[in-house]
T-cell receptor, first 112, second 112 residues
Framework: GQSLEQPSEVTAVEGAIVQINCTYQ??????LSWYQQHDGGAPTFLSY????GLEETGRFSSFLSRSDSYGYLLLQELQMKDSASYFC?????????????FGKGTKLSVIP | KAGVTQTPRYLIKTRGQQVTLSCSPI?????VSWYQQTPGQGLQFLFE???????NKGNFPGRFSGRQFSNSRSEMNVSTLELGDSALYLC???????????FGPGTRLTVL
């Protein structure tokens, strides 16, 4: 089966940088995605890594190391509105089609 | 383009009843996935439909079922409701495999 591990909670100061790690175990790996979910809201897509390396989208960056089965989401210049839950999700080939499994999420609290 | 819509947004049922939830994907998206979200458990995959066929299924009991119509709209049904079925049920659509999932706002189901 598939498994993902990410910290349950992280607290960081406004304006700082925070890194949320994700390790996974899966076969037929395609890529690692990150989603953001505010309380009471729907998850929204942040980034996707299929190859090793860093992908940057504004204040958010995501990194993947396929050999280490590891990735992280980096949030820079933290803002209060970044307080949310962040989910990593591994895409893999299973049962003849593409599937997606989510981690349990990391609740990020940004404090003044 | 309109986003993913889900109806109803909130639902209260009693144990033993059944419930049907509806999801309309983004126009042109043929894949619809359903997830159950409970506190601390992340998003647990229920099933995925593509072109009216169930393509993938998660580890949920047979009380959970779904279907997809020719216009890609999808419904999920939960029979003989249990207290533990109280959760946020999210659906997500995507154009094809290896693509971003777009989530609806969810249906908050409370079982009393």
């Amino acid at each position: 089966g598939q498994s993902l591990e990410q910290p349950s909670e992280v607290t960081a100061v406004e304006g700082a940088i925070v890194q949320i790690n994700c390790t996974y175990q899966t076969s037929g790996f395609y890529g690692l995605s990150w989603y953001q979910q505010h309380d009471g809201g729907a998850p929204t897509f942040l980034s996707y890594n299929a190859l090793d390396g860093l992908e940057e989208t504004g204040r958010f960056s995501s990194f993947l190391s396929r050999s280490d089965s590891y990735g992280y989401l980096l949030l820079q210049e933290l803002q209060m509105k970044d307080s949310a839950s962040y989910f990593c999700a591994v895409g893999y080939s299973g049962a003849g089609s593409y599937q997606l499994t989510f981690g349990k999420g990391t609740k990020l609290s940004v404090i003044p | 383009k309109a986003g993913v819509t889900q109806t109803p947004r909130y639902l209260i049922k009693t144990r033993g009843q059944q419930v049907t939830l509806s999801c309309s994907p983004i126009s042109g998206h043929r894949s619809v996935s359903w997830y159950q979200q409970t506190p601390g458990q992340g998003l647990q995959f229920l099933f995925e439909y593509f072109s009216e066929t169930q393509r993938n299924k998660g580890n949920f009991p047979g009380r959970f079922s779904g279907r997809q119509f020719s216009n890609s709209r999808s419904e999920m049904n939960v029979s003989t409701l249990e207290l533990g079925d109280s959760a946020l049920y999210l659906c997500a659509s995507m154009r094809r495999g290896l693509d971003t999932q777009y989530f609806g706002p969810g249906t908050r189901l409370t079982v009393l």
